[in-house]
């Protein structure tokens, strides 16, 4: 996920400092696919937390209607230390097999204040965890646990809820951007454990209910660059590499783009291809079959390939990549760039 440069400003100037805050039960993830929209939440603490008189906030913009919309959870809810629940938005109620499922029902008799409720829309919205079913209590600041927005700002309530003492939730005029269809926004807790979370929000292609989104992630560079050019190209892995992210690519630094193309040399370890599961070589050319090596033509200063790491079978792979960049005019070279060692989260 891309922050606007506002935003990443706001954070960097606004964000207090992790020793200032409370672990407390956070939001975890948001599905916004039509066809299974839920919220789930996270215990990061060290012992269970009643959830009975809390509810779920939902604000939009959607013109012509309410905007704002709670659901109340049932008296005996709990998430347990350590431990997820996800409520299913506009869902049938139904009796689970698994008792962190939880399921709003879809009419306006199943929520709170007579607003009824709207489906998640992925291009703007807002979700918070409040601490109260109390109508007169909605406009209280500390009531909110937690709030994410997306896609724009001045939803009811933001006001409230980003005047949190003594420390915010979430910094006024903040957003994350919309979400693609199809996917989720998630939260990443290796980046951000606490209830600031814009830094740490991800779009995220393969959503993980009840579990963690993703583990630590690694983009190891082994070795140096080497050969007959007399600047070495460098390999690097631009944003993360979890098991969901269509942004993510590598580049490699230092190219000309004058008379200049190069190959990239994968090693997939223990992958192999099995049917229709995809090698990471089609990914980088959809075009090349089975173990065709990717060939590119490179650009000025420095050549970026996307490699959306969306589809199936390849989570928690290990791959080794390593590019090689040949000159031809005025004099042949080739240069090999470090070695790229990129391990997929979940």
Known sequence: MRLLPAVAAALALAAPSATAQTLQVVINEVNLTKSAQWIELYNPTASNVKLGGWSIYHATTTANRFGDYWWGFPANSEIKAGDYVRIHWGALIQTPTD????????????????????AFDSTQGAIAICTTQNNKQVNA??????WWQWGTTGFKRESVATGNKPVSLWSPNMFAPKVPAGASLMRLAFLDKFPHPLSALRQDFSPTPLADNAEGIKAESIGSPCG???VGCLLVANDLSYHGNADFSIAVKNTTGIFENMLYIINLGKMTKYGATPLICDILDPAAPGFTTPFFTTTPNSTTTKVPLTVSGINGAKIYIQ????????????????????????
């Open 228 to 230: 007959r050019k007399t």
């Open 323 to 346: 590019a090689v960049v040949f000159g031809s005019i005025p004099s042949g070279y080739e240069s090999f760039t470090n070695r790229l060692a990129i391990t997929l989260s979940k």
């Open 141 to 146: 600041a500390n009531v909110f646990s937690d």
């Open 99 to 118: 008792k962190r499922n939880m399921y709003t029902g879809h009419t306006n008799w199943h929520f709170l204040f007579g607003h009824g409720f709207e």
